[in-house]
Each structure stands twice: as structure tokens, then as C-alpha cells.
């Protein structure tokens, strides 16, 4: 079947642009999470979504970064006024059900 | 505070030997372990997981290992193969009640190469 799907696959911005990433979780998944990996790190944990219950986004690095999730599937992650140290890969999680999660492959993206 | 540790950046075996990585967390509160393998420019990928209720758990040629006390994981590969050279990801989760949003906090990687 279908996995989790994100695009663009690659985005290069200018600094102090506005970004939006998309993300289609597997269909039927309840539980979806944004995390991120900068250049040599792990994956640092941003926001998840559960459900209509609020969503928890207790990793969102600053009040730039925002996102939603419309009719409990498709997921965006907004970026404001990108930053150089935004620069990342931005990978999207999909779970039937904890703890295991299922990722897309990911927007790089690089802020200039 | 890094709670999920991977000290070795690398490793590099031989096709046909054994892989052991390495795994290490400090927060008492994981109690479900997972290991994700990652190729460039994909996602990562799920690979076997285990419980804290167990202390290995086997899935054909991989075998995590899980020793609470000493709070450290290890994932086995026999025989290694090329194809499984790849960036290892071990990740926990906390899956207690009260809200937890099952987030799982990874660790920075191990690069396995396989050599023929």
C-alpha cells in the first residue's frame, strides 16, 4: 500500500521567506508527527497530532514554526521568516498506533 | 541532555560477519525500544523493536538485545550483507499513561558498511 508521502522533496529558500511542507500520512492513521534532522544530528521531535485533540507541540524549536492538520489527514508544517539554522531535513511520522511510527522521505530543505 | 546515546559513529564488518550496534538511554521512563535503518535521501525506515518487558526479540537475521539495568540496547546483524550498509537509528518511546504523546527520541546514528 501507500506510504507516507511528503513534498516538495527539495526546497531552497532565501532567508526570511515563509515555507510550507506537506505531508499525506498512511491512510487510516490517527497519529501523526513532524520531527526534523539537522546536518549529523538525530531526529529531534517537533509536533504531533492525535485525532481532533489539540496537538501537542511542545518540540516546535520557535514561534516561527506552526502547523496544522485538516480533516485528521493531510499535515502542513509552516516556517516563517526562515533562518539559516532552519536548514534541515524536515521528515514526516505516521502511526496506527504507539509506539511505531512510519516515515515519508523527508524535505530537504535549505535556507540561503 | 542527549537521552538516547550512539557512541560510535561508524562501523565497518566484513560480508557474512557479525554487525553489533550500540545503544545507550538514561531516561528510566523508555519502555519500548525501536531501531530504524536509513538510506540517503529516504526516510527511515522501521527495522525490529522490543518491549521492556523483554530482553531480546529476533526478526530472521536481526536480533535486539536489551539489558535494563545497565539501560543499553544492542542490535545484531548475521551475516551482515552489502545491502545492509546504512545509517542505524535506535529510537525510544515512553508509552505510560497520563498524556504521553509517544514521541520517540532517537539517537544521532551509527553508519554501517558492509564490506564484500
Known amino acids: 500500500g501507500a506510504g507516507v508521502s511528503q513534498s516538495p522533496s527539495n526546497k531552497v529558500t532565501e532567508k526570511g521567506k515563509d515555507v510550507e511542507l506537506r505531508c499525506d500520512p498512511i491512510s487510516g492513521h490517527t497519529a501523526l508527527y513532524w520531527y526534523r534532522q539537522s546536518l549529523g544530528q538525530g531526529l529531534e521531535f517537533l509536533i504531533y497530532?492525535?485525532?481532533?485533540?489539540?496537538?501537542?507541540k511542545s518540540g516546535l524549536p520557535s514561534d516561527r514554526f506552526s502547523a496544522e492538520r485538516t480533516g485528521g489527514s493531510v499535515s502542513t508544517l509552516t516556517i516563517q521568516r526562515t533562518q539559516q539554522e532552519d536548514s534541515a531535513v524536515y521528515l514526516c511520522?505516521?502511526?496506527?498506533?504507539?509506539?511505531?511510527?512510519?516515515f515519508g522521505p523527508g524535505t530537504r530543505l535549505t535556507v540561503t | 541532555d542527549q537521552q538516547v546515546k550512539q557512541n560510535s559513529p561508524s562501523l565497518s564488518v566484513q560480508e557474512g560477519r557479525i554487525s553489533i550496534l550500540n545503544c545507550d538511554y538514561t531516561n528510566s521512563m523508555f519502555d519500548y525500544f525501536l531501531w530504524y535503518k536509513k538510506y540517503p535521501a529516504e526516510g527511515p525506515t522501521f527495522l525490529i523493536s522490543i518491549s521492556s518487558i523483554k530482553d531480546k526479540n529476533e526478526d530472521g537475521r536481526f536480533t535486539v538485545f536489551l539489558n535494563k539495568s545497565a539501560k543499553h540496547l544492542s542490535l545484531h546483524i548475521v551475516p551482515s550483507q552489502p545491502g545492509d550498509s546504512a545509517v542505524y537509528f535506535c529510537a525510544a518511546s515512553g508509552t505510560g499513561s497520563g498524556g504521553s504523546n509517544y514521541k520517540l527520541t532517537f539517537g544521532k546514528g551509527t553508519l554501517l558498511t558492509v564490506n564484500p
Open positions: 511520522a505516521s502511526s496506527p498506533g504507539p509506539p511505531l511510527q512510519y
Open positions: 497530532f492525535q485525532g481532533n485533540s489539540a496537538p501537542d
